[in-house]
């Protein structure tokens, strides 16, 4: 048994057991090292954790729930994590958008089935929707290489230019530049595909009409269109539960309940870990810090000890929005005003692409929507296990500003998220429900509000209740993520990586960061082989 106090080594220590934080240490573990991960909270999960204190017959995602990204992802692909316990679940369709008319705008996996849906609405759409999904059969899997590929991606630019004429050429990478409200306006004639791709493009907080948004719309469509938006079946915090016994099963060690306070840099190298119980951990090889970049330099490591480029970059870093989360048990089914053809697990709730154009212009001009655009899940729908028979275990959540500085809906919001902001909120996010699933309100057996102070306290990685860990506008992706200069693992610190959200690609439960840390981990040991004996 350790004393606290005392020194120990190991060849790596990774500080966070969330999803990017285990892949490192899975990929670290595998190539022989010793490896060590430190975690703040009681359990391993970072942001994909599941609980039942909403309602103890009810499993909800405490944080993220759907996995599409973690479905596509090479890395997570190669662990084999099926082995070690876990299971996917779908729902009968992938996405739903109800419309105050009773209409449905419905992604469902089979491509035939969501063309016929869409050209029932509006001839024609439906041939185009096919269409798109052949070019994304030639192109996508290169666009999501090098999305996950460490900065420049290489490999998978050389792949992509080479498919790229058997995909429409130029006219697909005008497609791919395009805004999400232009995106669909261009390619389909009725408002069913619009909403699935403007919905997709706001889980990130690049405004519709920006560049940028188009890609995000077009990725997740299309990948609920190849492998689905997946659940873990038994709760979300199944994934990090089977990374993490996998991770043990290797011979790693994880200390839940201890807090990193600081990493020693000497001579321009991390040489130790430090913990508030304590102990002083020695590392040989490398520090992978599955930590928000603002928690990491200038924090965990002294401001003294950061290159220059890092500390100006620092005072420019941008966080994404702050998050408002809902969870309900419900007794039933939602009632939604008009049945969907088939039942989607995720659910997009906005009259129009342009009401969401006006929220994410409202949160991003400091103003607490009115009409919030809100994502939700349906889990019960998605996975039987996660409540009993006949009931539904169900969440939503939004974007509202990091700092406050009106409420267009009228409610008296100051942006405090006190008890008081996050109850008003979460009665509007409510209503929003009830309009087109009335009586809704009458199945909640148990409600609980999780704003975004208490989504922090829960994870400090999510500052402020920023779930990406930083903006995913332009300004701050690819090489100037997290700031201009880095687009890498590396932080010019040697033997110290960031593989967290804050790293590119940014958010998403798809391990890129925390592979592309443990990769360059091993690439500067491989280059560098002292480093196991300082």
């Known amino acids: 048994m350790t004393v606290p106090g005392a020194d120990e080594t190991y060849d790596a220590v990774v500080v966070g057991a969330g999803p990017n934080g285990l892949v490192a240490a899975n990929h670290l573990v595998d190539a022989g090292w010793s490896v060590l991960v430190l975690e703040a909270q009681p359990e391993v999960g970072g942001a994909v954790r599941s609980d039942r204190e909403v309602h103890a017959d009810f499993v909800h995602d405490t944080f993220s729930a759907f996995y599409p990204l973690a479905a596509a992802s090479p890395f997570l692909g190669a662990m084999d994590l099926e082995d070690h316990g876990l299971a996917w679940a779908h729902a009968p369709a992938v996405l739903g958008h109800p419309t105050p008319d009773g209409a449905w705008a419905l992604l469902h996996r089979d491509r035939e089935v969501t063309a016929c849906l869409l050209d029932e609405q509006h001839p024609g759409d439906g041939e185009a929707w096919l269409a798109l999904c052949d070019q994304w059969d030639v192109i996508g899997p290169h666009v999501l290489g090098g999305l996950l590929s460490p900065f420049p991606p290489v490999r998978s630019a050389l792949a992509g230019l080479a498919a790229l004429p058997r995909a429409g050429g130029l006219s697909f990478v005008r497609t791919l530049l395009a805004p ?109 810090a599955d930590v928000v970049a603002p928690h990491l330099f200038g924090g965990l490591v002294a401001a003294e000890h950061l290159p220059l480029r890092v500390r100006r970059g620092m005072r420019r870093f941008e966080l994404d929005p702050s998050t408002v989360k809902v969870d309900w048990a419900l007794s039933g089914p939602v009632p939604w005003a ?174 890129a960061a925390g592979m592309n840390a443990a990769r360059a981990a091993l690439a500067h040991a491989r280059l560098d082989p002292r480093a196991r004996h300082r």
């Open 180 to 288: 999400a409200a232009e995106v669909g306006s261009r390619r389909f004639g009725g408002r069913a595909p619009r909403l699935l791709l403007a919905g997709n493009a706001g889980h990130a907080d690049i405004p519709l009409e920006d560049t940028g948004s188009g890609l995000m719309g077009l990725l997740l469509t299309l990948m609920g269109q190849t492998v689905g938006f997946p659940v873990p079946v038994g709760g979300a915090g199944e994934l990090t539960q089977a990374l993490a016994r996998r991770f043990v099963s290797r011979g790693g060690e994880i200390r839940c309940a201890t807090a990193v306070v600081g990493i020693d840099v000497e001579r321009g190298r991390a040489r130790a870990v430090r913990s508030a119980d304590g102990r002083r951990t020695t590392v040989r090889r490398a520090v992978v």
């Open 338 to 511: 008009s049945a969907p053809a088939h039942a989607p697990g995720t659910v997009h709730i906005a009259d129009s692409v342009g009401q969401m154009s006006r929220a994410f212009r409202e949160v991003a001009d400091g103003a607490v929507p009115a009409e919030p655009f809100l994502l939700a899940g349906q889990m019960t729908t998605s996975d039987p296990t996660r409540s009993p028979a006949g009931t539904e275990s169900m969440w939503a959540y939004t974007h509202v500003p990091q700092q406050v500085t009106r409420d267009t809906g009228g409610d008296g919001i100051r942006g405090l998220w006190d008890h008081d902001d996050c109850e008003r909120f979460a009665d509007r996010m409510q209503a929003r429900i009830e309009r087109l699933a009335p009586g809704f309100g009458s199945t909640v057996l148990a409600r609980r509000v999780l704003g975004p102070r208490e989504l922090e306290a829960r994870n400090a990685n999510l500052v402020g209740g920023s779930i990406n860990g930083g903006t995913a506008r332009l300004r701050q992706e690819l090489v100037l993520r997290p700031v201009p200069g880095l687009g890498r693992a590396e932080t010019g610190i040697a033997g110290l990586y960031l593989g967290s959200s804050s790293a590119h690609p940014g958010g998403g439960v798809h391990g």
